[in-house]
Every structure is written in C-alpha cells, then in structure tokens.
C-alpha cells in the first residue's frame, strides 16, 4: 500500500536555525507531492507544491522543496527559520489516483 | 481564508448522539474531502467526493456517512457518537477528482461529553 513517512515527529529549533523536514514516500510511478502547513489553531494551508519540471520547487515564505526520485523524498527546507514558523507541517502525496495520502505531521517549534 | 467554509465552528454533544457537519466548497470545485484530525491519530483521511459520487473511502467508520449534493456542498453524518469521536473535523476541496492542491476549511471541533 502507498505511504508518506515523516521521520521527524518533533522538531525544536532556535531562531536563524537551518530546517530540514523530511518525507518519504512508497510508490514507483508518477507521483504529486505537496507540503501543507498548519499553523496553531488553524487549518492546513499548502505551502508548496510538485507536479513536474524542476525538482526544486520554491514556496510561500521562503520555503523550498527537492524532490529526489531516486530516493522517493521530498524534503522541505528553510535556511533561516523564524518564531513564526512555528507550526504542524504534512507532506502529502498523490500518485494520479482519487486519494492525496498525508504523512502523519512534523510539529516544529522555534525558540525566539 | 480559502474560501471553504464549514458549519459549525464548534460543537460539543453527548455520547450516543448524531451530529451533521456541513461544508461548502470553493466556489468551482467539484471535490470535497473530509478528515478527521486527533492528537492520537494525527490527520485521517475519511472520504471524498466528487461532482456527488463518491470517489475514495479512507479510514470511515460505519457509524459515519456522508454525501455531497446537487449545489456540491457535502455533509458529513456522525451517529453513535462515542468519547474517541471528539476531534477536529476539516472539509477540503479542489478542482478536478485527484492531484491537485486542496483548500482547506476552519474545522468543525466536536467533543463528545
């Protein structure tokens, strides 16, 4: 069965700090791949998002995405992250079928 | 504001009760998605519909329903409600039936006293 793994459940960071969140997934064909963001008491929002083309891909708020085929990865990453980035963040894939499977979150919490 | 909306924003019953969330699409979107959020399970995907068919079943129980009408605003049914039912309840839409981005709504918080 297809599935979206988000290694790190727990992430605290000081401010300025790299972020690197990381998710797999498990499926050999074409795949779309998404992060959402859920910021505290507030629905997900998509912050950015692969279809095809260049496998950086570059979001809302200075986020930025690689997605690595070889490796079924599609990390997220900040280089200087600040206090309002603190957040739930969900990689979701969808393999061309009617489901969007969501891994099960990175809560990220950013020391001021 | 993604322009899901979903009613109501709270709800707080008892055990053994039914209760219907409501949510309305963005304005032509054709999908609805419904999911349950819980601290223990995280986000689960509980099923979709699409131009009122539906589409994809996640993790449903039996004890929940749901449908989605003509004017494409969908409902989703809890009966029998139980004290582990007590989650948030998010209502997503798209464009077409698979692939592209959802917008999310605000959530529907149900607690089950």
């Known amino acids: 069965a297809q599935s979206v793994s988000q290694h790190n459940h727990h992430v605290i960071l000081s401010e300025a700090a790299s972020l690197e969140l990381g998710c797999n997934y498990s499926y050999g064909g074409t795949v779309n791949l998404f992060w959402y963001v859920q910021y505290p008491g507030q629905h997900l929002q998509l912050l950015l998002k692969?279809?095809?083309?260049?496998?950086l891909v570059k979001g809302i708020k200075g986020f930025e995405a690689e997605f690595i085929k070889s490796k079924f990865s599609f990390n997220l990453r900040k280089p200087s992250v600040q206090w309002s980035d603190t957040a739930e963040y969900f990689c979701?894939?969808?393999?061309?079928?009617?489901?969007?499977?969501f891994g099960a979150g990175t809560r990220l919490f950013v020391k001021a | 504001d993604s322009g899901v909306t979903q009613t109501p924003k709270h709800l707080i019953t008892a055990t053994g009760q039914r209760v219907t969330l409501r949510c309305s699409p963005r304005?032509?979107?054709?999908?609805v998605y419904w999911y349950q959020q819980s601290l223990d399970q995280g986000l689960q995907f509980l099923i979709q519909y699409y131009n009122g068919e539906e589409r994809a079943k996640g993790n449903i129980l039996e004890r929940f329903s749901a449908q989605q009408f003509p004017d494409l605003h969908s409902e989703l049914n809890l009966s029998s409600l139980e004290l582990g039912d007590s989650a948030l309840y998010f209502c997503?839409?798209?464009?077409?039936?698979?692939?592209?981005?959802?917008?999310f709504g605000p959530g529907t918080r149900l607690t089950v006293l």
């Open positions: 692969y279809f095809s083309g260049d496998p």
């Open positions: 304005s032509g979107d054709l999908s």
């Open positions: 997503a839409s798209s464009r077409r039936v698979g692939g592209n981005e959802q917008f």
């Open positions: 979701a894939v969808n393999t061309g079928g009617f489901k969007t499977i």
